[in-house]
Protein backbone atom coordinates (compact mmCIF):
# COMPACT_ATOMS: atom_id res chain seq x y z
CA UNK A 1 0.00 0.00 0.00
CA UNK A 2 1.62 3.48 -0.83
CA UNK A 3 0.03 6.50 0.65
CA UNK A 4 0.20 10.06 -0.68
CA UNK A 5 -0.80 12.41 1.63
CA UNK A 6 -1.52 16.52 0.49
CA UNK A 7 -3.54 19.69 1.37
CA UNK A 8 -0.87 20.92 3.28
CA UNK A 9 -0.43 24.53 3.34
CA UNK A 10 0.32 28.17 5.24
CA UNK A 11 -2.74 29.27 7.26
CA UNK A 12 -3.40 32.04 9.54
CA UNK A 13 -4.35 31.23 13.09
CA UNK A 14 -8.12 30.56 13.76
CA UNK A 15 -8.02 29.22 9.68
CA UNK A 16 -8.74 25.78 8.05
CA UNK A 17 -7.05 23.40 5.99
CA UNK A 18 -8.49 19.98 4.77
CA UNK A 19 -5.97 17.31 4.52
CA UNK A 20 -6.32 14.45 2.57
CA UNK A 21 -4.70 10.36 2.09
CA UNK A 22 -5.53 8.65 -0.87
CA UNK A 23 -4.35 5.05 -0.98
CA UNK A 24 -3.12 2.97 -4.38
CA UNK A 25 -1.51 -1.06 -4.29
CA UNK A 26 -3.16 -3.47 -1.89
CA UNK A 27 -5.94 -1.52 -1.49
CA UNK A 28 -8.57 -4.24 -1.43
CA UNK A 29 -7.31 -5.29 2.46
CA UNK A 30 -9.18 -3.64 4.96
CA UNK A 31 -7.36 -1.12 6.86
CA UNK A 32 -7.53 1.37 9.43
CA UNK A 33 -5.42 4.87 9.07
CA UNK A 34 -4.20 7.51 10.97
CA UNK A 35 -2.81 10.76 11.01
CA UNK A 36 0.19 12.07 13.10
CA UNK A 37 2.21 14.88 12.96
CA UNK A 38 5.85 16.01 14.16
CA UNK A 39 7.73 19.01 14.62
CA UNK A 40 11.77 19.07 14.41
CA UNK A 41 13.40 17.41 17.63
CA UNK A 42 10.32 15.75 18.65
CA UNK A 43 8.76 12.50 18.80
CA UNK A 44 6.15 11.88 16.02
CA UNK A 45 2.74 12.32 17.56
CA UNK A 46 -0.76 10.61 17.51
CA UNK A 47 -3.73 13.10 16.20
CA UNK A 48 -6.77 11.14 14.86
CA UNK A 49 -7.34 7.30 13.69
CA UNK A 50 -10.78 6.03 11.91
CA UNK A 51 -11.43 2.44 11.72
CA UNK A 52 -12.02 1.09 8.06
CA UNK A 53 -15.72 1.41 8.66
CA UNK A 54 -15.43 4.88 9.57
CA UNK A 55 -17.49 4.52 12.50
CA UNK A 56 -14.89 4.86 15.49
CA UNK A 57 -12.71 7.48 15.46
CA UNK A 58 -10.16 8.83 17.95
CA UNK A 59 -8.28 12.26 18.71
CA UNK A 60 -5.64 13.05 20.58
CA UNK A 61 -6.92 15.48 23.21
CA UNK A 62 -4.96 18.68 22.18
CA UNK A 63 -7.18 18.74 18.66
CA UNK A 64 -10.45 17.36 20.40
CA UNK A 65 -13.30 19.57 18.72
CA UNK A 66 -11.38 21.10 15.92
CA UNK A 67 -9.78 18.35 13.81
CA UNK A 68 -12.25 15.76 12.49
CA UNK A 69 -10.95 12.44 10.72
CA UNK A 70 -13.21 10.62 7.65
CA UNK A 71 -12.56 7.93 5.15
CA UNK A 72 -13.99 7.50 1.82
CA UNK A 73 -13.15 3.86 1.00
CA UNK A 74 -14.77 4.09 -2.54
CA UNK A 75 -11.81 6.59 -3.17
CA UNK A 76 -9.25 4.84 -0.64
CA UNK A 77 -8.91 8.34 0.86
CA UNK A 78 -8.98 9.42 4.49
CA UNK A 79 -9.58 12.93 5.57
CA UNK A 80 -8.41 15.37 8.29
CA UNK A 81 -10.48 18.20 8.87
CA UNK A 82 -8.82 21.15 10.49
CA UNK A 83 -10.57 24.12 12.03
CA UNK A 84 -9.27 26.66 15.03
CA UNK A 85 -5.89 26.01 13.58
CA UNK A 86 -3.43 27.56 16.10
CA UNK A 87 0.59 28.01 15.91
CA UNK A 88 1.09 25.38 17.72
CA UNK A 89 -0.47 22.95 14.96
CA UNK A 90 2.48 23.86 12.97
CA UNK A 91 4.33 20.20 11.73
CA UNK A 92 4.89 18.14 8.89
CA UNK A 93 1.39 15.86 9.09
CA UNK A 94 1.71 11.94 8.03
CA UNK A 95 -1.30 9.86 7.10
CA UNK A 96 -0.70 5.95 8.34
CA UNK A 97 -2.55 2.87 7.55
CA UNK A 98 -2.78 -0.48 9.48
CA UNK A 99 -3.84 -4.15 7.81
CA UNK A 100 -6.61 -3.90 11.14
CA UNK A 101 -10.05 -2.79 11.29
CA UNK A 102 -9.31 -1.11 14.67
CA UNK A 103 -6.96 2.04 14.62
CA UNK A 104 -4.73 2.88 17.44
CA UNK A 105 -3.00 5.84 18.63
CA UNK A 106 0.69 4.53 18.99
CA UNK A 107 2.99 5.27 16.04
CA UNK A 108 4.75 1.53 16.22
CA UNK A 109 1.28 0.30 15.48
CA UNK A 110 0.96 1.14 11.56
CA UNK A 111 2.47 -0.97 8.29
CA UNK A 112 2.31 1.97 6.07
CA UNK A 113 3.41 6.15 6.02
CA UNK A 114 2.83 8.67 3.40
CA UNK A 115 5.44 11.02 2.43
CA UNK A 116 4.64 13.88 5.13
CA UNK A 117 2.93 17.39 3.97
CA UNK A 118 3.86 20.59 5.70
CA UNK A 119 1.17 22.86 7.85
CA UNK A 120 2.53 26.03 9.30
CA UNK A 121 0.15 28.05 11.28
CA UNK A 122 1.02 31.88 11.67
CA UNK A 123 -0.12 33.71 14.65
Known amino acids: VQLQASGGGLVQGGGSLRLSCTASGRTSSNYASGWFRQVPGKDREFVAA????????YYADSVKGRFTISRDNAKNTVYLQMNSLKPEDTAVYYC?????????????????WGQGTQVTVSS
Open 96 to 112: AARTAYSGSTNVNAYDY
Open 50 to 57: INWSGIST
